[in-house]
Protein backbone atom coordinates (compact mmCIF):
# COMPACT_ATOMS: atom_id res chain seq x y z
CA UNK A 1 0.00 0.00 0.00
CA UNK A 2 1.27 2.94 -0.92
CA UNK A 3 0.88 5.68 1.88
CA UNK A 4 2.77 8.67 0.05
CA UNK A 5 1.41 9.46 -3.52
CA UNK A 6 1.80 11.91 -6.32
CA UNK A 7 -0.72 11.30 -8.74
CA UNK A 8 1.03 13.10 -11.57
CA UNK A 9 3.75 11.45 -12.84
CA UNK A 10 4.77 14.88 -15.49
CA UNK A 11 3.91 17.53 -15.95
CA UNK A 12 4.38 21.06 -18.12
CA UNK A 13 4.67 24.24 -17.27
CA UNK A 14 5.23 27.63 -19.39
CA UNK A 15 8.34 29.61 -17.97
CA UNK A 16 6.91 32.60 -15.96
CA UNK A 17 3.71 30.52 -14.97
CA UNK A 18 3.01 28.83 -11.83
CA UNK A 19 4.18 25.30 -11.20
CA UNK A 20 1.55 23.37 -8.75
CA UNK A 21 2.89 19.56 -7.76
CA UNK A 22 0.37 17.85 -5.63
CA UNK A 23 1.16 14.76 -2.95
CA UNK A 24 -1.52 13.01 -0.74
CA UNK A 25 -0.50 10.67 1.95
CA UNK A 26 -2.67 8.30 4.00
CA UNK A 27 -0.87 7.32 7.27
CA UNK A 28 -2.48 10.06 9.49
CA UNK A 29 0.71 9.72 11.81
CA UNK A 30 2.93 11.46 9.69
CA UNK A 31 4.07 15.03 10.87
CA UNK A 32 6.35 16.31 8.86
CA UNK A 33 7.00 16.40 5.12
CA UNK A 34 9.68 17.36 2.51
CA UNK A 35 9.97 18.08 -0.79
CA UNK A 36 12.76 17.12 -3.20
CA UNK A 37 14.69 17.85 -5.90
CA UNK A 38 16.21 15.44 -8.73
CA UNK A 39 18.08 15.90 -11.83
CA UNK A 40 19.18 13.01 -13.93
CA UNK A 41 22.39 11.40 -12.32
CA UNK A 42 22.26 13.32 -8.99
CA UNK A 43 21.26 12.47 -5.74
CA UNK A 44 18.12 14.16 -4.92
CA UNK A 45 18.26 17.62 -3.42
CA UNK A 46 16.25 18.66 0.06
CA UNK A 47 14.19 21.91 -1.13
CA UNK A 48 11.35 22.70 1.45
CA UNK A 49 10.10 21.09 4.74
CA UNK A 50 6.93 21.58 6.60
CA UNK A 51 5.70 20.65 10.19
CA UNK A 52 2.27 19.17 10.97
CA UNK A 53 1.46 22.65 13.09
CA UNK A 54 1.84 24.87 9.87
CA UNK A 55 -0.07 25.10 7.21
CA UNK A 56 1.81 26.94 4.85
CA UNK A 57 5.90 27.34 4.56
CA UNK A 58 7.84 29.54 2.24
CA UNK A 59 11.30 29.91 0.70
CA UNK A 60 12.00 32.28 -2.01
CA UNK A 61 9.92 30.73 -4.90
CA UNK A 62 8.68 27.82 -2.96
CA UNK A 63 6.04 27.56 -1.12
CA UNK A 64 4.78 24.30 0.24
CA UNK A 65 0.98 24.21 1.33
CA UNK A 66 -0.09 21.52 3.68
CA UNK A 67 -4.12 20.60 4.44
CA UNK A 68 -3.86 17.96 7.23
CA UNK A 69 -7.68 17.16 6.98
CA UNK A 70 -7.39 16.25 3.68
CA UNK A 71 -3.53 14.77 4.08
CA UNK A 72 -2.75 16.72 1.15
CA UNK A 73 -0.04 18.79 0.26
CA UNK A 74 1.43 20.65 -2.74
CA UNK A 75 4.24 22.59 -3.68
CA UNK A 76 4.09 25.48 -5.64
CA UNK A 77 7.04 27.17 -7.55
CA UNK A 78 6.52 31.10 -9.28
CA UNK A 79 7.56 31.64 -11.19
CA UNK A 80 8.39 28.40 -13.10
CA UNK A 81 12.01 28.64 -14.83
CA UNK A 82 14.03 26.15 -17.18
CA UNK A 83 16.31 25.13 -14.21
CA UNK A 84 13.21 23.78 -12.38
CA UNK A 85 12.70 20.90 -14.73
CA UNK A 86 13.14 17.62 -12.46
CA UNK A 87 11.37 15.11 -10.45
CA UNK A 88 10.28 16.26 -7.70
CA UNK A 89 9.65 13.92 -4.45
CA UNK A 90 7.25 14.44 -1.75
CA UNK A 91 8.21 12.62 1.60
CA UNK A 92 6.81 12.00 4.86
CA UNK A 93 7.31 10.57 8.10
CA UNK A 94 5.96 10.20 11.59
CA UNK A 95 7.51 11.24 15.08
CA UNK A 96 7.78 7.69 15.88
CA UNK A 97 10.67 6.77 13.19
CA UNK A 98 13.81 8.03 11.58
CA UNK A 99 13.24 8.13 8.11
CA UNK A 100 10.95 9.57 5.23
CA UNK A 101 8.46 7.30 3.22
CA UNK A 102 8.50 8.94 -0.93
CA UNK A 103 6.08 9.28 -3.06
CA UNK A 104 6.93 7.87 -7.04
CA UNK A 105 7.73 11.37 -7.42
CA UNK A 106 6.38 13.91 -10.87
CA UNK A 107 8.76 15.44 -13.81
CA UNK A 108 8.08 18.81 -14.39
CA UNK A 109 9.36 20.38 -17.53
CA UNK A 110 9.78 24.00 -17.49
CA UNK A 111 9.04 25.02 -21.48
CA UNK A 112 10.97 28.48 -22.12
CA UNK B 1 23.85 20.62 4.24
CA UNK B 2 26.58 17.57 4.11
CA UNK B 3 28.85 16.70 1.09
CA UNK B 4 28.38 12.83 0.22
CA UNK B 5 30.20 11.25 -2.21
CA UNK B 6 29.66 7.72 -3.56
CA UNK B 7 31.75 5.28 -4.94
CA UNK B 8 31.48 4.36 -8.18
CA UNK B 9 28.92 5.84 -9.40
CA UNK B 10 28.20 3.56 -11.67
CA UNK B 11 29.13 -0.10 -12.76
CA UNK B 12 28.39 -3.08 -14.62
CA UNK B 13 28.43 -6.73 -13.08
CA UNK B 14 28.00 -9.95 -14.00
CA UNK B 15 25.16 -12.22 -12.05
CA UNK B 16 26.40 -13.84 -9.23
CA UNK B 17 29.09 -11.54 -7.94
CA UNK B 18 28.83 -8.78 -5.31
CA UNK B 19 29.36 -5.12 -5.21
CA UNK B 20 30.53 -3.19 -2.40
CA UNK B 21 29.65 0.48 -1.99
CA UNK B 22 31.50 3.47 -0.13
CA UNK B 23 29.66 6.57 0.92
CA UNK B 24 31.66 9.34 2.76
CA UNK B 25 30.13 11.76 4.21
CA UNK B 26 32.50 15.73 4.97
CA UNK B 27 31.07 15.93 8.63
CA UNK B 28 29.86 13.74 11.41
CA UNK B 29 26.43 12.03 11.15
CA UNK B 30 24.18 10.41 13.55
CA UNK B 31 22.09 9.42 10.78
CA UNK B 32 23.12 7.45 7.90
CA UNK B 33 21.04 5.26 5.41
CA UNK B 34 20.95 3.78 2.22
CA UNK B 35 18.12 3.74 -0.33
CA UNK B 36 17.25 1.94 -3.93
CA UNK B 37 16.06 3.51 -6.82
CA UNK B 38 14.45 0.83 -9.11
CA UNK B 39 13.75 2.07 -12.70
CA UNK B 40 10.78 3.91 -12.87
CA UNK B 41 10.37 3.59 -9.10
CA UNK B 42 10.34 6.19 -5.84
CA UNK B 43 12.79 5.90 -3.54
CA UNK B 44 12.97 2.48 -1.42
CA UNK B 45 14.90 2.33 2.51
CA UNK B 46 16.87 -0.21 2.66
CA UNK B 47 18.47 0.05 5.92
CA UNK B 48 19.89 2.26 8.18
CA UNK B 49 23.53 2.06 9.09
CA UNK B 50 24.29 2.50 12.95
CA UNK B 51 27.75 3.36 13.85
CA UNK B 52 29.02 0.47 15.84
CA UNK B 53 26.37 -1.83 15.84
CA UNK B 54 24.50 -3.86 13.43
CA UNK B 55 22.21 -1.99 10.53
CA UNK B 56 18.49 -1.75 10.75
CA UNK B 57 16.66 -3.86 7.97
CA UNK B 58 13.89 -2.41 6.69
CA UNK B 59 11.33 -5.31 5.84
CA UNK B 60 12.13 -7.24 2.44
CA UNK B 61 16.15 -7.13 3.23
CA UNK B 62 18.40 -8.76 4.68
CA UNK B 63 21.59 -8.69 6.15
CA UNK B 64 23.10 -11.81 3.86
CA UNK B 65 21.65 -9.69 0.56
CA UNK B 66 23.03 -6.39 1.63
CA UNK B 67 25.69 -6.15 4.10
CA UNK B 68 26.50 -2.94 5.71
CA UNK B 69 29.29 -1.36 7.44
CA UNK B 70 29.32 1.83 9.45
CA UNK B 71 33.02 1.89 11.02
CA UNK B 72 32.98 5.48 12.14
CA UNK B 73 30.66 8.56 11.86
CA UNK B 74 31.71 9.71 8.64
CA UNK B 75 31.92 6.64 6.35
CA UNK B 76 29.48 3.74 5.43
CA UNK B 77 29.65 1.07 2.72
CA UNK B 78 26.54 -1.08 1.50
CA UNK B 79 27.42 -4.84 -0.39
CA UNK B 80 24.71 -6.24 -2.82
CA UNK B 81 25.58 -9.79 -2.55
CA UNK B 82 25.28 -12.44 -4.81
CA UNK B 83 23.69 -10.12 -8.01
CA UNK B 84 20.99 -11.03 -10.17
CA UNK B 85 19.53 -8.77 -13.05
CA UNK B 86 16.75 -7.41 -10.37
CA UNK B 87 19.20 -5.44 -8.32
CA UNK B 88 19.64 -3.25 -11.06
CA UNK B 89 18.78 -0.13 -9.47
CA UNK B 90 20.15 3.50 -8.10
CA UNK B 91 21.79 2.95 -4.44
CA UNK B 92 21.77 6.24 -2.92
CA UNK B 93 23.60 6.73 0.50
CA UNK B 94 21.41 9.87 2.54
CA UNK B 95 21.94 11.38 6.18
CA UNK B 96 20.35 13.47 8.87
CA UNK B 97 21.50 16.75 9.88
CA UNK B 98 19.95 18.95 12.10
CA UNK B 99 17.85 21.81 10.58
CA UNK B 100 16.36 24.79 12.10
CA UNK B 101 17.37 26.81 15.74
CA UNK B 102 15.38 23.73 17.46
CA UNK B 103 17.76 21.11 16.72
CA UNK B 104 15.54 18.94 15.32
CA UNK B 105 17.87 16.82 12.27
CA UNK B 106 14.91 15.83 10.33
CA UNK B 107 16.61 17.42 7.45
CA UNK B 108 17.61 14.61 4.87
CA UNK B 109 20.35 14.88 2.32
CA UNK B 110 21.39 12.17 -0.01
CA UNK B 111 24.80 11.79 -2.49
CA UNK B 112 24.90 11.09 -6.09
CA UNK B 113 23.82 7.95 -6.02
CA UNK B 114 25.55 4.84 -7.55
CA UNK B 115 23.99 3.14 -10.74
CA UNK B 116 24.32 -0.74 -11.08
CA UNK B 117 23.93 -2.71 -14.03
CA UNK B 118 23.75 -6.17 -13.17
CA UNK B 119 24.04 -8.71 -16.74
Known amino acids: DQQVKQNSPSLSVQEGRISILNCDYTNSMFDYFLWYKKYPAEGPTFLISISSIKDKNEDGRFTVFLNKSAKHLSLHIVPSQPGDSAVYFC???????????FGPGTRLSVLP | SAVISQKPSRDICQRGTSLTIQCQVD?????MFWYRQQPGQSLTLIATANQGSEATYESGFVIDKFPISRPNLTFSTLTVSNMSPEDSSIYLC????????????????FGPGTRLTVT
Open chain 1, 91 to 101: AARGWYGQNFV
Open chain 2, 94 to 109: SVALRVGTGGDWRGQY
Open chain 2, 27 to 31: SQVTM
